[in-house]
């Protein structure tokens, strides 16, 4: 073979490679997704898996269906506000605004449940919705093109987040359990494990409530004096003495603005700071102290 057909094999092997790439649809990290409906057949439904706590998914031009199977590497034990393991996972999926082009069903063990509708250009932004998986149940996510002249502008987007804890009963969609169980106040043990385990803990005060409507939530404005800890930069500020952040919690729980110091504790969702426990803070004080004498508490902090 001469150099000419050796350089044409090489263009060949580029090309392919390109228009292979450009076909894949998985991202490196099997977190996200993102592809096109315009390869698939009319009535085909493409599998995909993804293998993390939270991520994305992508489909332009939607056409035919999609399966999508999560199946995270979390822990094998969910553990409960009492230490107990349920092995429960919550799942949450967040709907893009331009949510357009799809239904998306929950599939459990052969049955659908339509979770958010193709949506038109005057609907209100979808809401996040959530859903719970025990160990052994087949739970998958179920995506159906819905038939358009004009496929160009439609795209059906979403972020998921799955959670192995308790904690995940406070996301923004509750079917799991009621509002009275996620209202409540934390006993001891839930305040002491809520150090803990909370993607933030954070010592503060109560300065607004607002409302937001389309979430269905109250957001809380704090003034923290103390960030103990926290995943994510949530509370930030030019002092050295407090810094601001917001945390959001279910509108039925009635949270008012007035004195007094707190602990906040919660987790993140959708990147933004959830409420779990916030007792007064001279209470967990107490109750920390009572609980180190006894030598019964699950992790230090340094309580002031």
């Known amino acids: 073979m001469g150099r000419v057909g050796i350089w044409i094999n090489a263009i060949w092997i580029l090309l392919f490679a390109i228009f292979h790439g450009s076909l894949s649809n998985y991202s490196e990290d099997q977190c996200s997704w993102r592809g096109s409906g315009l390869s698939q057949q009319q009535g085909s439904v493409e599998q995909i ?55 998306l069903y929950l599939e459990r063990d052969g049955v659908l449940e339509l979770l958010v509708g193709d949506r038109l250009e005057s609907s209100p932004p979808p809401r996040v919705r959530c859903f719970s998986r025990l160990p ?33 009963r406070l996301s923004l969609d509750t079917n799991i ?32 409530v607002m409302e937001d409507d389309n979430l269905r939530a109250a957001v809380i404005k704090v003034s923290a004096t103390r960030v103990f800890r926290q ?57 920390y102290t009572i609980a180190k004498a006894a030598q019964q508490i699950p992790c230090e902090l340094a309580v002031d």
């Open 49 to 103: 898996s993804l293998h993390c706590s939270e991520g994305t998914l992508d489909w332009l031009y939607p056409k035919g269906a999609l399966r999508l199977s999560l199946s995270p590497r979390l822990p094998s034990v969910a553990v409960g506000p009492g230490g107990s393991s349920s092995g429960l996972i919550t799942a949450c999926v967040k709907p893009s605004e331009q949510f357009h082009g799809a239904q």
């Open 231 to 287: 995943k994510y930069a949530l509370f930030t500020g030019n002092s050295r003495l407090t810094s601001k952040g917001e945390i959001r919690t279910l509108m039925q729980c009635g949270v008012k603005p007035g004195r007094g110091s707190f602990l906040f504790t919660g987790r993140v969702h959708f990147g933004e700071a959830w409420l779990g426990c916030a007792p007064r803070y001279k209470d967990f004080q107490r109750a």
């Open 177 to 208: 359990i009621s509002s009275e169980e996620a209202c409540r106040p934390c006993n001891n043990t839930e305040i002491l494990m809520a150090v803990c385990t909370s993607d933030f803990v954070v010592r503060g005060n109560i300065w607004s």
């Open 136 to 168: 052994g149940e087949r739970v998958a996510l179920y995506l159906q093109a819905t038939p358009h002249q004009d496929i160009s502008r439609r795209t059906a987007s979403f972020r998921y987040e799955l959670r192995g804890d308790w904690t995940a």
